[in-house]
């Protein structure tokens, strides 16, 4: 399984940023999928997790309210939807895909990663 994210930049801070994820391969083996960031100088965290049907969400208190998750299987493209975008906010997203069905905000769980993309956040 491959995943490529795209959709970074350099926006303003209130501003809003949509992400995408393409995956391909074997994705008949996906379940769970996730987003999770990393700015400089600082440990990956988690940021949002979504079930494979995408009936069920989850995303960390830091983005609670401004980012949701999505994802259409259809398509095989996982989303984040970034709202009243922060300077705090700037990072590299990494999409994640995980072989099993429960969320997870723990980064080992995730069987497969993408390259990432930057966002940008000025104030």
């Known amino acids: 399984v491959q995943l490529q994210a795209s959709g970074g930049g350099l926006v303003q801070a209130g501003d809003s940023l949509r992400l995408s994820c393409a995956a391909s391969?074997?994705?008949?083996?996906?379940?769970?999928m996730g987003w999770f960031r990393q700015a400089a100088g600082k440990e990956r965290e988690f940021v949002a997790t979504?079930?494979?049907?995408?009936?069920?969400?989850y995303c960390a208190d830091s983005v609670k309210g401004r980012f949701s998750i999505s994802r259409d299987n259809a398509l095989n493209t996982l989303y984040l939807q970034m709202n009243s975008l922060k300077p705090e906010d700037t990072a590299v997203y990494y999409c994640?895909?995980?072989?099993?069905?429960?969320?997870?905000?723990?980064?080992?769980?995730?069987?497969?990663w993408g390259q990432g993309t930057k966002v940008t956040v000025s104030s």
């Open positions: 979504i079930t494979w049907s995408g009936d069920t969400t």
């Open positions: 994640a895909a995980d072989e099993d069905y429960g969320l997870s905000a723990t980064e080992i769980e995730y069987d497969y």
């Open positions: 391969g074997r994705t008949f083996r996906l379940g769970t």
